[in-house]
C-alpha cells in the first residue's frame, strides 16, 4: 500500500507563488510516475503535470505551461509542484497521485493512477 501526502496549499493573490509537495510513503517513489491532478467546484478532475519514474520526463497541460514546474527528489520520496504567476482560474484542491505503471503520455487520465492523497485546497484570490 502506497500512501501519498499533500502540503503546501493556501491562499494567494494573484501573481503569486506557491510551492505544492507531496511525500510518497517508503521507499518507493523512483518506481511510480507521480501526478497532480486538480478539481474544481462543479468541474472534473483534471491532470495538471506529471514526472515519470526513470528518464525524468515531464508532462504539463496546456494552461500551466511556463508557470508550474514539476521535480522530485527520490532520496526525500517527495515529488514538488512549483506555482508561480498563479491565476485565479488555478483555484482548485490539488492532488498528487501515483500511477505503478510508469511512463509520461501526451495525456493524464485518473484512471492511470493508482493511489492517491487526500488533497490540499489552493486559492488564488485577491
Known amino acids: 500500500q502506497v500512501q501519498l501526502v499533500e502540503s503546501g496549499g493556501g491562499l494567494v493573490q494573484p501573481g503569486g507563488s506557491l510551492r505544492l509537495s507531496c511525500g510518497v510513503s517508503g521507499n518507493t517513489l523512483g518506481y511510480y510516475t507521480i501526478g497532480w491532478f486538480r478539481q474544481a467546484p462543479g468541474k472534473e478532475r483534471e491532470g495538471v503535470s506529471c514526472i515519470g519514474n526513470g528518464d525524468g520526463n515531464t508532462y504539463y497541460t496546456d494552461s500551466v505551461k511556463g508557470r508550474f514546474t514539476i521535480s522530485r527528489d527520490n532520496a526525500k520520496n517527495t515529488v514538488y509542484l512549483q506555482m508561480n504567476s498563479l491565476k485565479p482560474e488555478d483555484t482548485a484542491v490539488y492532488y498528487c497521485?501515483?500511477?505503478?505503471?510508469?511512463?509520461?503520455?501526451?495525456?493524464?487520465?485518473?484512471?492511470?493512477?493508482?493511489?492517491w492523497g487526500q488533497g490540499t485546497q489552493v486559492t488564488v484570490s485577491s
Open positions: 497521485a501515483a500511477d505503478t505503471a510508469g511512463g509520461v503520455f501526451a495525456t493524464m487520465r485518473p484512471s492511470w493512477y493508482d493511489y
